[in-house]
Every structure is written in structure tokens, then in C-alpha cells.
T-cell receptor, first 115, second 116 residues
Framework: AQSVTQLDSQVPVFEEAPVELRCNYSSSVSVYLFWYVQYPNQGLQLLLK??????LVKGINGFEAEFNKSQTSFHLRKPSVHISDTAEYFC?????????????FGTGTRLLVSP | ETGVTQSPTHLIKTRGQQVTLRCSSQ?????VSWYQQALGQGPQFIFQ?????ENGRGNFPPRFSGLQFPNYSSELNVNALELDDSALYLC???WGLGGGAQNEQFFGPGTRLTVL
């Protein structure tokens, strides 16, 4: 079984400041890792994913994340945030085994960007 | 290319009633997954359909059931509604199974169900 822990329920930050949203996971099998963003009254949009290869993954809207296998972490970062980045961010994992793709989500981190 | 659409957008039911939620998958996709997102929580996997067959189920009781049609659209049915069923129900479509890059799930905007 897999589980995902997002350590911060809410992260307030000023516009143009850097931000890091933390994610740790637990799994008995190898997993893929994802970050999704959810704007108010909308569905989920994929920001980035780690499937294999380089542990530093770049996504849309200037976000990036680093996979750390030894620490079982996949923290999301952005060097300079905008007001429009205010949203809920979800970290998720999915087992690699063939024939089944089930996303296991964390509880989310609300990013609040103020001027 | 049409994205994932869900209907209705909002729904209010009372305890004990039954509800059907609908999802149209993105063009070219043959796999649909359903998730329940309670207020303040992350989405939880309900089940997945691949080519009209259920292909995996999360920890939800049998009163949660689904269907996938030949055009790959899908329905989620919930019987004997309980107050705790109040949530945002998300549908996601993808092509094929497995975890490869081509299997990225695309989410619809969701249906918000309120059970009174």
C-alpha cells in the first residue's frame, strides 16, 4: 500500500518570493510521483511527474520538483511565485505495476500568495 | 480535442436516495477512473474502468458502482446515500493502463454532491 504526507496544510508567501511545498511518501513497491494543482471550482491539472531518469523534474508554470529516494520525498519548488499561483497543490503516487494506474493523493497544501 | 466533461456540476440529494454521475472521457481515451474528494481532503480512488470492464477498486462499499459504455463514457452510481457521501466527485480519463507517460490521467471539473 502507498501513502502520501504533505507536511504543510497551508503555506502563505509574498509575491515574487520562493516557495517549497513538501511531500513525503511511503510505499512497499516502486512508484511514480506527481504534483497536481487545483484552482477553485476546477478539477486537477498535472504540474509535473517523475517516472524515471533525472531526479530533478521541471513542470509547467515554472515549477520544479526533486525526487529523493533515500528520504522518500518529492518536494515542489518555485523560485518566484505569482498571485495567480494561489491554489491547492496535491502530491500523488502511483504504483509501477503493469495494468493498473491508481493515484494515491496527499491531503493537499493550500498556497496563499499575497502582494 | 475535447477535454473530460462531467455532469451535473452540482447535485443535492437526501439520505437514502440514489444518484448517477456522468463522465465523458477525452477523445481517444479508453480508461476512466473515479475519485471522491471530501472537503479539505485529497481525492480518493473509487474504481477504474478499462474497455468497459472494472479494472481495480479502492476501499469503497458495493453501493458505489459504475459503468463504462462502448464510447468510453462512464457513470458512477451511488445507492443508499449517506451524509458522508457529500463530496466532489472527479472523473479522470487516460489511454491504456500502466504507469507510462502515455497513461497520464486528465481530470474533469467534478460534480459536487451534497447529501442532506
Amino acid at each position: 500500500a502507498q501513502s502520501v504526507t504533505q507536511l504543510d496544510s497551508q503555506v502563505p508567501v509574498f509575491e515574487e518570493a520562493p516557495v517549497e511545498l513538501r511531500c513525503n511518501y511511503s510505499s512497499s513497491v516502486s512508484v511514480y510521483l506527481f504534483w497536481y494543482v487545483q484552482y477553485p471550482n476546477q478539477g486537477l491539472q498535472l504540474l509535473l511527474k517523475y517516472l524515471s531518469g533525472s531526479t530533478l523534474v521541471k513542470g509547467i508554470n515554472g515549477f520544479e520538483a526533486e525526487f529523493n529516494k533515500s528520504q522518500t520525498s518529492f518536494h515542489l519548488r518555485k523560485p518566484s511565485v505569482h498571485i495567480s499561483d494561489t491554489a491547492e497543490y496535491f502530491c500523488a503516487v502511483s504504483p509501477l505495476r503493469t495494468g493498473f494506474q491508481k493515484l494515491v493523493f496527499g491531503t493537499g497544501t493550500r498556497l496563499l500568495v499575497s502582494p | 480535442e475535447t477535454g473530460v466533461t462531467q455532469s451535473p456540476t452540482h447535485l443535492i440529494k437526501t439520505r437514502g436516495q440514489q444518484v448517477t454521475l456522468r463522465c465523458s472521457s477525452q477523445s481517444g481515451h479508453n480508461t476512466v477512473s473515479w475519485y471522491q474528494q471530501a472537503l479539505g481532503q485529497g481525492p480518493q480512488f473509487i474504481f477504474q474502468y478499462y474497455r468497459e470492464e472494472e479494472n481495480g477498486r479502492g476501499n469503497f462499499p458495493p453501493r458505489f458502482s459504475g459503468l463504462q459504455f462502448p464510447n468510453y463514457s462512464s457513470e458512477l452510481n451511488v445507492n443508499a446515500l449517506e451524509l458522508d457521501d457529500s463530496a466532489l466527485y472527479l472523473c479522470a480519463s487516460s489511454w491504456g493502463l500502466g504507469g507510462g507517460a502515455q497513461n497520464e490521467q486528465f481530470f474533469g471539473p467534478g460534480t459536487r454532491l451534497t447529501v442532506l
